[in-house]
């Protein structure tokens, strides 16, 4: 299935790839791709672009994609990583046809490995790391054979089977394609296809003492699932010459692999390796912490799969790498909140408010729409009372020109209440404001208002009675530079001690029903969800965004 031809002018080049071995008839007019993660850590938000090309790219052209695990590293790779990667990708909306392991191919892996022995294309390495990175060359001398490369096939075939049956002992021998030792590509001088690793894989057991390499596995798990576009991220381009040699020798499907620009995000790290040191060493409260770059960071942030997606859409598919502004990330999400999210009310920086003409121990509702955006979802009920809470820079005692909140003598609505007219000032013995005394104008309520008054200025509160502790976790940038993994030193030096703070606010009653996952916007705050650590004895909500970009502002 070819697109239609209106949206060949938007197409990405991997798209024109597809579209053209379609005309062609090429895979018998298949698509099949492939997201192939290693089960070492939990994904992050780069991975999440490749799960959007892979998966989308199949749906556009009526396809599949196969989730296949690169489990070819038992040291590192765990079942929970497993796990929480079907949750992200499910997350994210998409689902795969097959579930695949490259574990589930090594018996198959190990034929092809003797195939190629047999052909006299690869040989057993009895050399150490130091040696064989001394023969290697550099890119502008020319490798040197060592004593081991000329060994017979027989010799080699034995020594083989030998390392699959455990005789020798980790890290003693390597077996290694035999290409060319003076190619200009450093992965064609005789690169490893096997290594000796005593360690129990968390499918096979203790099934295997030899795992493979990733360049060997990689290529042809590819060709046994007959995938017809592996997509990788561009610092793969040198390893397509080695990709496209094992398949050609081993005459077996011919995959293809193409390259795309991966994604970097100001002010974040995207190595798995880095952010597992983040999470060990305790500067995150874990891989899911929302300030991580990790999909599970984001998604306990607050963000959706609809605002990810549209993030991956947005940026497209390059060949060149840039670094992506975390703010057009924070733009999508915003988007999205903005549509769907409740509206609520919460002081965080409390002012005491005294209404003064209001009667003691009345409680009085006020109707305050959930989301203006989605009128369906009708209004709720807000209590409003004698005593209330407004935000501290809601009000100046001494306002500048144009101050349109709350002064001495000056005039203010309360958002789906009254307006009120603040009276007296009342300052404890160091002279803060301590509270502020105000009249409400009776006949002023929101929806009924015969007042005639006409005021520039709208406050969100909570009646002092009615509300109820929420703690507040606020967010900033994980690290004070836009590209860490590029300063000097260990990219730990950058991380932003400022990046977390929590403080408790006092919000409306409507809270004590919120559940984890829940997504509201705080009146002239931002956009905040219920978090797990929510109980029965308080909800805990996390920012995740502000209502407009205050960073690029204060840059």
Same mark, same amino acid.
Request: charged share 30%; net charge negative.
């Given at each position: 299935?070819?697109?239609?031809?209106?949206?060949?002018?938007?197409l990405?080049?991997?798209?024109?790839?597809?579209?053209?071995?379609?005309?062609e008839?090429?895979?018998?007019?298949?698509?099949?791709?492939?997201?192939?993660?290693?089960?070492?850590?939990?994904?992050?938000?780069?991975?999440?672009?490749?799960?959007?090309?892979?998966?989308?790219?199949?749906?556009?052209?009526?396809?599949?994609?196969?989730?296949?695990?690169?489990?070819?590293?038992p040291?590192?790779?765990?079942?929970?990583?497993?796990?929480?990667?079907?949750?992200?990708? =499910?997350?994210l909306?998409?689902?795969w046809?097959?579930?695949?392991?490259a574990?589930?191919?090594?018996?198959?892996?190990?034929?092809?490995?003797?195939?190629?022995?047999?052909?006299?294309?690869?040989?057993v390495?009895?050399?150490?790391a130091?040696?064989?990175?001394?023969?290697?060359?550099?890119?502008?001398?020319?490798?040197?054979?060592?004593?081991?490369?000329?060994?017979?096939?027989?010799?080699?075939?034995?020594?083989?089977?030998?390392?699959?049956?455990?005789?020798?002992?980790?890290?003693? =021998?390597?077996?290694?394609?035999k290409?060319?030792?003076?190619?200009?590509?450093m992965h064609?001088?005789?690169?490893?296809?096997?290594r000796i690793?005593?360690?129990t894989?968390?499918?096979t057991?203790?099934?295997?003492?030899?795992?493979?390499?990733?360049?060997?596995?990689?290529?042809?798990?590819?060709?046994?699932?007959?995938?017809?576009?592996?997509?990788?991220?561009?610092?793969?381009?040198?390893?397509?010459?080695?990709?496209?040699?094992?398949i050609?020798?081993?005459?077996?499907?011919?995959?293809?692999q193409?390259?795309?620009?991966?994604?970097?995000?100001?002010?974040?790290?995207?190595?798995?390796?880095?952010l597992?040191q983040?999470?060990?060493?305790?500067?995150?409260?874990?891989?899911?912490d929302?300030?991580?770059?990790t999909?599970?960071?984001?998604?306990?942030?607050?963000?959706t799969?609809?605002?990810?997606?549209?993030?991956?859409?947005?940026?497209?598919?390059?060949?060149?790498?840039?670094?992506?502004?975390?703010s057009?990330?924070?733009?999508?999400?915003?988007?999205?909140?903005?549509?769907?999210?409740?509206?609520?009310?919460?002081?965080?920086?409390?002012?005491?408010?005294?209404?003064?003409?209001?009667?003691?121990?009345?409680?009085?509702?006020?109707?305050?729409e959930?989301n203006?955006?989605?009128?369906e979802?009708?209004?709720?009920?807000?209590?409003?009372?004698?005593e209330?809470?407004?935000?501290q820079?809601?009000?100046?005692?001494?306002?500048?020109k144009?101050?349109?909140r709350?002064?001495?003598?000056?005039?203010?609505?309360?958002?789906?209440?009254?307006?009120?007219?603040?009276?007296?000032?009342?300052?404890?013995?160091?002279?803060?404001v301590?509270?502020v005394?105000?009249?409400?104008?009776?006949?002023?309520?929101?929806?009924?208002?015969?007042?005639?008054l006409?005021?520039?200025?709208?406050?969100?509160?909570?009646?002092?009675?009615?509300?109820?502790?929420?703690?507040?976790?606020?967010?900033?940038?994980?690290?004070?530079?836009?590209?860490?993994?590029?300063?000097e030193?260990?990219?730990k030096e950058?991380?932003?001690?400022?990046?977390?703070?929590?403080?408790?606010?006092?919000?409306?009653?409507?809270?004590?029903?919120?559940?984890?996952?829940?997504?509201?916007?705080l009146l002239?705050?931002?956009?905040?969800?219920?978090?797990?650590?929510?109980?029965?004895?308080?909800?805990v909500?996390?920012?995740?965004?502000?209502? =407009?970009?205050?960073?690029?502002?204060?840059?």
């Amino acid at each position: 299935m070819v697109a239609d031809k209106t949206e060949e002018k938007s197409l990405n080049f991997i798209e024109e790839i597809v579209e053209k071995d379609l005309r062609e008839g090429k895979n018998d007019g298949r698509v099949l791709t492939r997201f192939p993660p290693e089960p070492n850590g939990y994904l992050h938000i780069g991975h999440a672009k490749s799960i959007c090309l892979n998966f989308g790219l199949a749906q556009k052209y009526g396809g599949g994609t196969n989730l296949r695990f690169d489990d070819t590293n038992p040291t590192t790779e765990d079942i929970e990583y497993v796990d929480s990667i079907k949750n992200d990708v =499910r997350w994210l909306g998409f689902d795969w046809v097959e579930e695949r392991y490259a574990s589930d191919y090594f018996d198959q892996l190990y034929a092809f490995a003797v195939k190629l022995i047999e052909k006299g294309l690869a040989y057993v390495d009895d050399s150490t790391a130091e040696e064989i990175a001394a023969l290697k060359g550099t890119p502008t001398e020319p490798g040197k054979p060592g004593p081991y490369r000329d060994r017979s096939v027989a010799e080699n075939l034995d020594m083989f089977e030998r390392m699959r049956k455990g005789e020798f002992a980790e890290g003693s =021998r390597v077996l290694r394609a035999k290409i060319d030792l003076a190619a200009p590509n450093m992965h064609l001088r005789d690169p490893f296809m096997y290594r000796i690793k005593f360690a129990t894989h968390h499918r096979t057991g203790d099934k295997w003492c030899i795992y493979p390499m990733y360049d060997f596995a990689h290529g042809q798990s590819d060709a046994i699932e007959r995938i017809t576009h592996s997509i990788c991220t561009l610092e793969f381009i040198p390893h397509r010459a080695l990709y496209d040699w094992f398949i050609e020798k081993l005459d077996i499907f011919p995959s293809k692999q193409y390259e795309f620009a991966r994604l970097n995000l100001t002010y974040t790290v995207m190595s798995k390796r880095k952010l597992l040191q983040l999470v060990n060493e305790g500067h995150v409260s874990g891989w899911d912490d929302p300030r991580m770059p990790t999909i599970s960071g984001l998604r306990r942030r607050g963000y959706t799969p609809a605002s990810i997606r549209n993030f991956c859409e947005r940026i497209g598919v390059a060949k060149r790498d840039n670094l992506i502004d975390m703010s057009l990330l924070e733009f999508c999400i915003r988007e999205d909140l903005n549509a769907t999210s409740p509206r609520r009310m919460a002081v965080l920086d409390p002012l005491k408010v005294i209404i003064t003409n209001f009667p003691e121990g009345k409680t009085e509702m006020c109707l305050s729409e959930n989301n203006p955006e989605q009128p369906e979802t009708g209004d709720r009920e807000v209590p409003f009372s004698r005593e209330l809470y407004i935000e501290q820079d809601d009000f100046m005692e001494n306002p500048f020109k144009k101050y349109f909140r709350l002064a001495p003598g000056q005039m203010v609505r309360l958002k789906s209440a009254y307006i009120i007219r603040c009276d007296e000032v009342v300052k404890d013995a160091d002279g803060n404001v301590e509270e502020v005394r105000c009249t409400y104008i009776e006949n002023s309520k929101s929806g009924q208002d015969e007042s005639g008054l006409k005021v520039k200025g709208t406050l969100h509160w909570v009646s002092v009675a009615h509300s109820i502790p929420v703690e507040i976790r606020q967010y900033d940038r994980l690290f004070r530079v836009e590209d860490p993994s590029s300063e000097e030193g260990d990219f730990k030096e950058y991380l932003n001690p400022d990046s977390l703070s929590v403080i408790t606010a006092h919000a409306e009653p409507a809270f004590k029903t919120a559940v984890p996952g829940e997504a509201f916007q705080l009146l002239r705050k931002g956009y905040f969800s219920v978090d797990p650590d929510s109980s029965d004895a308080g909800v805990v909500l996390n920012q995740t965004v502000g209502l =407009r970009d205050n960073w690029a502002k204060g840059k």
